[in-house]
């Protein structure tokens, strides 16, 4: 797959960044953290919702792999880890080089528990005979 990117261009910063080395957005005020994957973090100019635009914006499709989770944080779904409705907490990995615990309402974590089981029941086949046909 080709390398798609993100450009932003917010105040007096610009970034160019490779939207598979996202990790998570998290909102900070009227900033916005980009965290990546290789532990880089830059701050932008705009609140969460702004970058929420950003991104359908310049990414079209491929915006679906983020995914705004509570009010604070867009992640990106390639990366979850792990989801602990209990604990609040989600834990975003590539399984190697880092991971990053973020704290998460327990309504943001139901529906994201529930996107990722909506999404697993539609392309896992019910039993072994759907495979045969």
Not at 25 to 48: D, H, P, Q, R
């Amino acid at each position: 797959m080709a390398q798609k990117f993100l450009y932003i261009n917010s105040c007096d910063e610009f970034f160019r960044v490779d939207i598979s080395r996202i990790v998570y957005f998290e909102a900070e005020g009227n900033y916005t953290n980009i965290i990546l994957s290789n532990k880089l973090k830059g701050i932008v100019c705009m609140n969460l919702s702004q970058m929420q635009t950003v991104l359908s914006d310049n990414l079209k499709e491929a915006a679906s792999i983020f995914a705004r989770v509570g009010k604070s944080h867009i992640i990106n779904l390639n990366y979850v880890y792990h989801i602990s409705i209990l604990r609040q907490r989600l834990t975003l990995s590539d399984g190697i080089n880092f991971e990053y615990a973020l704290s998460v309402s327990k309504e943001a974590l139901k529906k994201l528990r529930e996107l990722f089981i909506s999404g697993l029941s539609s392309q896992i086949p019910l039993n072994e005979s759907e495979n045969e046909q």
